[in-house]
């Protein structure tokens, strides 16, 4: 089993194989080669792909990827001042998607009054914070979600679930017979935390069948 390595840590690397995994931030899908940009808890990284004159299912894959979506890549680690972001690159040998993105409520022209309400999304992307300049993210920028989500779907419990300084709103804001689970290191107002943003894969799947398990024993009650 290929050992995951966390992109803060590939600077001090040689040049060689790694394995790197994370959430789509962005992709450029020329022509002749195309670029994804992820992020994982603890940075962001440039993978590249020159595209194959023949079939190339690599490419494919990359044409259909999405915002957020997790994903697992193997590749040749390569230092090199020019590359902006770092200074290092990977070439892609291998791209497994783990998990794919919902589609996103925020769009290129989605107005200001929207944004507000699912900050805690756009404020991932570089343009969003950007656009907040300096002032201050309020309190409850996850909260608001939350409770529309929990309004809208009349949860009687939520799992919340993030890896970011921006999530950490989410957690303060849930109520008795919620979850919070931090993703990674650093200070956290959760109550559980898991190591690696892989396991989350695991952990909703434990979480699925432990609910089946549930809704067969209580005799088939509601979703």
Known sequence: M???T?????????DGPVTVSGWVDTVRDQKKVQFVVLRDES???QFVHPRA?????????ISALGT????????TLKHDERVKLGGIEVLIASLDVVSEALESPIA????VDKRMDWRFLDL???????????HPVPRHGDGKALEWLRELTAASAVLFIGDDVTDEDGFRVLEAGDVGI???TGETAAQFRISDPAEVSELLAELVTVRKRALSDAGGGAD
């Open 43 to 45: 940075g962001a990284l």
């Open 124 to 134: 991932r992307v570089p343009k969003g914070r950007a656009r907040r300049g300096t």
């Open 68 to 75: 957020g979506t997790f994903v697992t890549v193997t590749g």
């Open 108 to 111: 290129e022209d989605t107005g």
């Open 182 to 184: 931090k993703v990674g």
């Open 2 to 4: 290929t050992t995951r």
């Open 53 to 61: 004159e023949e079939s190339d299912p690599i490419a494919t894959t």
């Open 6 to 14: 966390l992109i803060k840590n590939l600077a001090a690397l040689s």
